[in-house]
């Protein structure tokens, strides 16, 4: 009788264990298709991460995350209303997050920019530690300057804003809330 006890404990060891193994191999592979197969198959250019609304079919700026970033664009409320002050509820974040629309820039106004970013060395950057998207919070310990006038006018707003420049992209960042407000590519 103990060894007929004993027998059955360890067949009963034997399934358990098998069962487990079957389990953990299973979920390897559900894994495994998890991460793998959407990059296998370009569904996408990021593993397991949230869509940001970016366009994930062209190079991305530089960005230290990965995470593909947003091409240029511009924030409407950011660019006609520089004397919006950040409220306690975070409402101009969202306002030029909301507003962001293509920019639209002449090649004029494209070597003008140019011209007036190609002597200035106080506020560049080849890799940013934020994400490249109208709207973000930019960090305190980002290097910023003043926007120069002459590059307001060429813009056509971003009055009294900062800016820095990202590779060759200019980040134009709102003076109230600190958050990214223009990317203008090919500037630098």
């Excluded at 924030?75 to 962001?100: H, Y």
């Excluded at 090649?107 to 106080?122: C, G, N, P, V």
Aim: proline share 5%; hydrophobic share 35%; aromatic share 6%.
């Amino acid at each position: 009788m103990v060894r007929d006890s004993r027998s059955t404990d360890r067949a009963g060891t034997r399934k358990l264990m098998v069962g487990g193994s079957v389990l953990a191999a299973a979920l390897f592979v559900g894994m495994l298709a998890w991460f793998a197969v959407p990059h296998l198959f370009g569904t996408t250019d990021y593993l397991g991460r949230p869509a940001t609304g970016a366009d994930n079919k062209t190079a991305s700026t530089t960005v230290g995350t990965g995470v593909p970033t947003q091409r240029e664009a511009e924030s409407a409320v950011a660019k006609n209303d520089p004397a919006g002050n950040e409220d306690p509820t975070g409402g101009r974040a969202r306002n030029i997050k909301q507003s962001s629309q293509p920019v639209s820039l002449t090649q004029e106004q494209r070597d003008k920019l140019r011209t007036i970013f190609s002597s200035k060395t106080e506020a560049k950057t080849d890799r940013p530690n934020f994400e490249l998207m109208i709207g973000t919070s930019v960090p305190g310990q980002a290097r910023l300057a003043d926007l120069p006038p002459e590059a307001t006018q060429v813009l056509n707003g971003y009055w009294g804003d900062q800016y820095l420049i990202a590779g060759k992209d200019l980040i134009v960042v709102d003076q109230h809330s600190r958050r990214v407000a223009a990317i203008i590519s090919g500037v630098d």
